[in-house]
């Protein structure tokens, strides 16, 4: 039998206190329960009441909803270490989401099929045979348990080093073993050394892909931090050759001098060796793995595992080209993962030939092979030549539309070095025009409510002072940063600063009121109104502890919801407030430009709460200017965040946490390129 929720015992409460104060005000009109000079003579009081309590009703509303999804949450056994409860929820959730990508990437469970091989040199510089049985994650996983614990993977591009990564992480995190470190894969991309230690960077990376271990409650005080100070993850770093080239050998110091006992480390071998030489860095004490090239059979057997025999046919002429050993520049072209998989997604729709792969006149070099199939992939799995009533359907996309947002994302990227799709941080992509945009937002949003509410208790002149000096310093704010998404729960919390917020907010407001107006029953009703969001808003915010892996959507998510609620308290609040005093309409203009400052903003009242960063508009607002920017000009599409999952189930991109990448950067560089097969394979 379920038990029941005391919030709705309360909101029940509420709405009897609430329809027994409501009844007073209507005294003519029903009867009352009380005389009319009482009423009158507490007026202001009534409807002071009547706004508190009815913005409580609003706020036990929204916990009666999210009661449930707290319950899914696992509490902890008494007498646990929180931080070995992160390590068992951190392993399993890594476990989780790793499968999910695998199988996106066309791996699965199916790794015994991949490929791959590579040769092994110790930190003596002594190379070791590798011979095993089993899966390719057996194989790579009884490689690096025999190693120091630090592996450096180096490879040419395309070689696989990303999905060995990958299968490495599955295969340590699937291990019976509990008392051992969790394995966490990140991309180097996103990382400064020169601005930001590789622990530091961990951490940070490790609290915004698992927002669940910022919860106090469950895993204790700066967990994410504390699993990097005691060892419990090894970072696995994929892709040092994305940072800049001035980069790279701070980087390989930073991570080599490290406190991390074992950590694995993607690259380029010839960035690897670059970045040695010219910065005379290294991580030492480290066993190499260098990927070699696809034999033929390892090409039949990747080209075939999705086919169905029928369709085999197809490729005897290139096969057998392949393997008589004649064709260099098909056997170059055909010597990594990445090519040969997208050569084999390609040409699984029957009416693509791979036999045109054989023109030397077309195709003289390796490179031009590789181009061609590179640039072939958009087209394909984005088709052209849909009819209208194939667009129609769910999920279909225009390919001629998505070539052009790619390209567009491509190059945009290329030219500002960012290596990571960050949906709050698409504003980068034309900053200059979005920067304006969010300062004119911003200030409107921040004036509009100070200086009418300032006007109202002073003189027009002195509001509209007020209101141009909050507009440009919001203003400012706004064009100068970019805040990530908030990742904030509505729940029960236990803390004391919240009320200080509050508290402060309130006495604050107080002060100003009575220097104002010197009423005490003003003061209290501008107090309550400062002082009630700040205090029960962030008295309900926390860390969201519920436990699933963190999506790019699932943060626009977060981020719209905790705009909508703090919006609802402060224009609730303050428009039932400044109602009374001013007047209906005036209540009603005042609350909806105090929502929407309290809601998309973090303004004034953020930072008298001692909330100082990320001033300015919130990221949602952001998301959307450059929308606004860009969609009409048909550089990104209108539906951003569900194309951006489509490319990624497509396998143009691929997602990392709560960022996308393109699939690899050498498909990015063709993108960018322009010059894709837009009118189908030729």
């Not at 003596?124 to 095993?132: D, Y």
């Not at 969790?182 to 892909?209: K, N, Y």
């Not at 260098?290 to 057997?301: A, G, N, Q, S």
């Not at 999705?306 to 005897?316: K, L, T």
Request: hydrophobic fraction near 45%; charge should be positive; proline fraction near 6%.
């Amino acid at each position: 039998m379920r038990r029941p929720s005391f919030l709705g015992s309360g909101l029940m409460a509420v709405l009897v206190i609430l329809a027994i104060v409501v009844l007073p005000l209507f005294h003519e009109a029903g009867g009352g329960l009380l005389p009319e000079e009482f009423i009158k003579r507490h007026q202001l009081g009534f409807w002071t009441v009547f706004g508190l309590i009815s913005m409580l009703a609003i706020v036990l509303y929204w916990l009666e909803r999210l009661e449930r999804r707290r319950a899914r949450t696992e509490h902890p056994p008494p007498g646990e270490d929180p931080l070995e409860r992160a390590v068992g929820q951190l392993s399993r959730t890594v476990d989780e989401y790793w499968r999910r990508e695998a199988a996106r990437r066309g791996i699965g469970d199916h790794d015994r099929h991949l490929p791959l091989r590579w040769s092994v040199r110790t930190p003596e510089g002594t190379p070791e045979p590798l011979s095993h049985t089993g899966t390719l994650t057996e194989a790579i996983v009884a490689t690096y348990r025999a190693s120091t614990g630090r592996m450096v993977i180096l490879g040419e591009p395309g070689s696989g080093k990303s999905a060995l990564a990958m299968l490495l992480t599955r295969g340590l995190v699937r291990a019976e073993d509990t008392e051992a470190p969790v394995p966490v894969l990140l991309s180097v991309s996103g990382w400064d050394p020169a601005e930001e230690e590789l622990e530091t960077w961990v951490a940070g990376r490790i609290a915004d892909d698992h927002s669940y271990l910022r919860s106090t409650d469950v895993y204790g005080r700066g967990a994410p931090a504390g699993l990097v100070a005691q060892r419990k993850v090894i970072p696995v770093l994929d892709g040092l050759d994305e940072l800049p080239r001035a980069l790279r050998s701070l980087a390989i110091r930073r991570i080599g001098g490290s406190s991390f006992d074992a950590f694995v480390l993607t690259c380029r071998s010839a960035d690897y060796a670059d970045a040695s030489r010219s910065g005379g860095a290294l991580v030492r004490n480290a066993t190499e793995i260098r990927l070699e090239p696809l034999r033929p059979d390892d090409v039949t057997l990747t080209l075939f595992r999705d086919y169905e025999p029928g369709q085999r046919g197809r490729w005897g002429p290139v096969l057998e080209r392949l393997h008589s050993g004649t064709d260099t520049a098909l056997g170059a072209a055909f010597s990594t993962p990445l090519i040969v998989s997208i050569a084999r997604d390609i040409y699984q729709d029957p009416r693509n030939d791979p036999e045109k792969l054989l023109d030397r006149r077309r195709f003289p070099t390796s490179e031009a092979i590789r181009a061609y199939v590179l640039r072939s992939l958009v087209p394909t799995v984005f088709p052209v030549d849909l009819s209208r009533e194939a667009l129609r359907e769910p999920g279909a996309w225009d390919g001629h539309h998505a070539e052009r947002w790619l390209r567009y994302l491509a190059r945009s990227m290329q030219e500002r070095q960012i290596g990571d799709i960050r949906w709050w941080e698409l504003p980068l992509l034309a900053r200059r025009t979005e920067r304006i945009l969010a300062a004119a937002v911003g200030a409107v949003i921040a004036g509009f409510p100070v200086g009418l509410g300032y006007g109202a208790l002073t003189r027009p002149l002195w509001g509209l002072i007020a209101g141009l000096v909050t507009a440009v310093l919001l203003g400012a704010c706004s064009a100068g940063t970019l805040p990530p998404p908030s990742e904030l729960h509505f729940g029960l919390r236990k803390s004391w600063a919240p009320g200080l917020s509050g508290a402060v907010t309130a006495a604050g407001g107080g002060v100003v009121a009575w220097a104002l107006e010197g009423s005490t029953s003003f003061v209290a009703v501008v107090a309550l109104g400062l002082g009630m969001p700040i205090g029960i808003g962030y008295g309900l915010a926390q860390p969201d502890a519920t436990v699933r892996p963190t999506s790019p959507r699932r943060l626009l998510r977060q981020d719209q919801q905790v705009a909508v609620v703090f919006g609802l308290l402060y224009a609730v609040t303050t428009g039932v407030v400044s109602g009374i005093s001013m007047g209906p309409l005036f209540g009603v203009v005042f609350g909806v430009g105090c929502g929407l400052a309290g809601g998309l903003l973090y303004g004034p009242i953020w930072l008298l709460a001692f909330q100082t960063q990320n001033v300015g508009v919130i990221a949602w607002v952001h998301y959307v200017l450059i929308r606004v920017l860009l969609v009409p000009r048909g550089r990104l599409p209108r539906r951003t965040m569900a194309f951006l999952e489509a490319a990624h189930q497509r396998g143009v991109l691929r997602q990392v946490g709560t960022i996308y990448q393109f699939r690899h950067a050498d498909l990015q560089a063709s993108i960018a390129a322009g010059g894709l097969n837009g009118s189908g394979l030729r």
